[in-house]
C-alpha cells in the first residue's frame, strides 16, 4: 500500500474540504453564450428548437453551501422516446443545493431514492437504477410504473423485487442514454452516446444522431462529470488504477456482479424473499436490482459498494472519495451505473425552492479563459476519406463553444457549424458536395487548427 493510500485511509473524510472545494463551486457548466435546448419528436430527424436556456445559468456559494441554478436542458439533443414516453425534456426552473465539504456517513448507509439523486455539471438530473417497476409475487406480474397496477403497499413501499431501468427500458432512452420522467430529462447511466461504446446495443443514434456530455478515453482520466446529493464528485468511467494516482489508467470497474441462481426466491444476501419472475429471455438475470450482488476486490481499481472510492483525482490532488460511471469492457453500462444503491456520505443535497443566506455569485471569468485549444489529441475526424457525411468527435469536456467551418481548396467556406459548450460531437452532410479536397477548421475563436478531409464516391 502507498503512502498516499495509507493518509487517505488514515485521515478519510478529515482532509476533505480544506484547500480543495472548489471544483464544486467552478466546474459547473455555465452558459454564457445563450445556448438554447434542442429536441427530436419521433419521425423528424431534423432537431426543433426550444425556447429554454441549456447547461446551467448561475452558480451561488456561500461559506457551507454551493447554489446550481438550471432548467436541467442539455446543449445536446434530447428525444425522442421509442417506447411511447409521452414526456418531453421539459423546463426544470431548479435551484440545487450542494455542501462545500460533504461528510462521510458514519452510521446506516443511505438507500438511493426515485427521482433525483444527482445532478451532473451541465444541469441534467442523475437517477438511480430504478425505474419504479418492481414484481408482484401475487399477480405473478409487473406492477407500478405507467401501464402496470400499483404495488402492494401503494407508492413508495418496498418490493422484493426491483426493476433495473438500463435493461428494461433501453427502447425508451434517446441516444444520450437519457429519458424525462414527467419533464424531469434524466441520466440513469454513464452520459456517453449509445454510438460510441466499443458494442453498440442501441440504434437510436442512427435514426436520431446526437451525443453526450463526454466521451470515453481510454487513456486519460475522465472528467469530473457531476455531483451526488451527499456531495462527493461523480467521474467517467476511467481513473487511476491506484488510489494515490499511479498506475496509469485503466477503466474503473463495479464491484457487483450477477448471481449465480436459477430462481429468483432468496435476497443478494440470501435471505428467503417472496419468490420473484421466472428467470427466462423476458426476464432474463440482470433484470432486477437483486439479481447482482457485491464482491469486495483487492484490487484498487474496483469500486465499493456504493459505487466509489477513496482517491486522487485531477480536481482533488489531496484525495476526495468520488463515485464512477462503471462500464463494462464493451462500455455498456455497468450495474449500479454511477450511485448506489446507497449514499456513502450524508446527504444534504436537495432542490430548494430559493436561497434563503447571503451568497456570492460565482464569475467564470476569475478563472480565465476554459477554452479547448485546438490540438490533435483533443479531436477526431473520421471518416477520411469520407463520402455522405464526415464527423469531429470532441475528445473530453467542452466548457466553451467551437466554431468549425469547411473549406474547399480554393479557401471557400462551403459549410459551418457550432458545436456547443456540453456537446461532443458534429456531423457535416457532405451528399451535396463535390468530390475533392476540402479543409476542416475547428478554432475557439482566438486559435485554430486545420486538417484535411477528402471526399471520394
Known amino acids: 500500500m502507498t503512502r498516499t493510500t495509507l493518509v487517505l485511509l488514515s485521515l478519510g473524510m ?3 474540504g480544506f484547500g480543495q472545494t472548489d471544483p464544486v463551486i467552478t466546474d459547473w457548466m455555465l452558459n454564457t453564450t445563450g445556448i438554447m435546448g434542442r429536441h427530436y419528436v419521433q419521425g423528424n430527424s431534423t432537431p426543433i428548437q426550444d425556447n429554454v436556456l441549456a447547461n446551467v445559468q448561475q452558480v451561488d456559494y456561500s461559506d457551507n453551501w454551493v447554489y446550481v441554478h438550471t432548467h436541467g436542458i ?11 414516453n409521452p414526456s418531453l425534456a421539459t423546463d426544470q426552473s431548479a435551484i440545487y443545493r450542494f455542501p462545500r465539504v460533504p461528510l462521510q456517513n458514519t452510521g ?4 438511493t431514492t426515485g427521482g433525483n439523486i444527482g445532478i451532473f455539471i451541465n444541469g441534467v438530473s442523475l437517477f438511480d437504477y430504478r425505474d419504479g417497476v418492481a414484481w408482484n409475487a401475487t399477480t405473478n ?3 407500478g410504473g405507467p401501464g402496470n397496477p400499483p404495488c402492494p403497499g401503494g407508492m413508495g413501499a418496498t418490493q422484493a423485487w426491483s426493476r433495473d431501468a438500463i435493461p428494461a427500458e433501453r427502447v425508451g432512452f434517446d441516444c444520450s442514454k437519457a429519458h424525462p420522467a414527467m419533464g424531469n430529462y434524466h441520466h440513469h447511466q454513464n452520459p456517453s452516446a449509445f454510438n460510441l461504446d466499443l458494442a453498440v446495443v442501441s440504434n437510436i443514434c442512427d435514426l436520431y444522431a446526437a451525443d453526450g456530455l463526454y466521451v470515453i478515453d481510454s487513456t486519460a482520466h475522465s472528467p469530473l462529470i457531476g455531483y451526488a446529493y451527499d456531495g462527493f464528485p461523480i467521474y467517467g468511467a476511467y481513473g487511476a488504477a491506484n488510489t494515490d494516482g499511479s498506475g496509469g489508467i485503466v477503466r474503473i470497474r463495479s464491484g457487483y ?7 429468483r426466491n432468496t435476497s443478494p444476501t440470501g435471505v428467503p424473499v417472496t419468490d420473484g419472475a421466472p428467470i427466462n429471455t423476458t426476464y432474463p438475470l440482470g433484470y432486477f436490482r437483486e439479481d447482482y450482488e457485491y464482491i469486495a476486490h483487492a484490487e484498487p481499481y474496483y469500486l465499493d459498494e456504493h459505487n466509489g472510492r477513496l482517491c486522487v483525482t485531477p480536481e482533488y490532488p489531496e484525495g476526495t472519495y468520488a463515485y464512477f460511471c462503471t462500464v463494462d469492457e464493451n462500455w455498456n453500462s455497468a450495474y449500479p451505473y454511477v450511485v448506489g444503491p446507497t449514499f456513502y456520505g450524508v446527504k444534504t443535497a436537495s432542490k430548494v425552492t430559493s436561497i434563503t443566506e447571503s451568497v456570492t455569485t460565482f464569475d467564470p471569468l476569475s478563472l480565465g479563459s476554459r ?3 485546438p490540438s490533435d489529441d483533443r479531436y477526431t475526424l473520421f471518416p477520411n476519406p469520407a463520402s455522405d457525411v464526415v464527423a469531429i468527435q470532441v475528445n473530453g469536456i467542452l466548457h466553451s ?10 479557401g ?13 460531437i458534429w456531423f457535416l452532410d457532405t451528399r451535396t458536395l463535390y468530390d475533392g479536397t476540402y479543409f476542416v477548421r475547428i478554432g475557439n475563436g482566438r486559435d485554430a487548427m486545420t486538417e484535411q478531409v477528402e471526399i471520394v464516391r
Open 14 to 16: 478529515a482532509m476533505i
Open 74 to 84: 442539455p446543449a445536446y439533443i434530447t428525444g425522442p422516446f421509442l417506447d411511447g
Open 108 to 111: 446506516a448507509a443511505t438507500p
Open 141 to 143: 406480474a409487473l406492477c
Open 257 to 263: 456482479q450477477l448471481r449465480d441462481i436459477t430462481v
Open 371 to 373: 477554452e479547448m485549444l
Open 401 to 410: 463553444n467551437l466554431i468549425v467551418g469547411l473549406f474547399d481548396a480554393s
Open 412 to 424: 471557400k467556406e462551403v459549410r459551418n457549424a457550432t458545436i456547443f459548450q456540453g456537446s461532443t
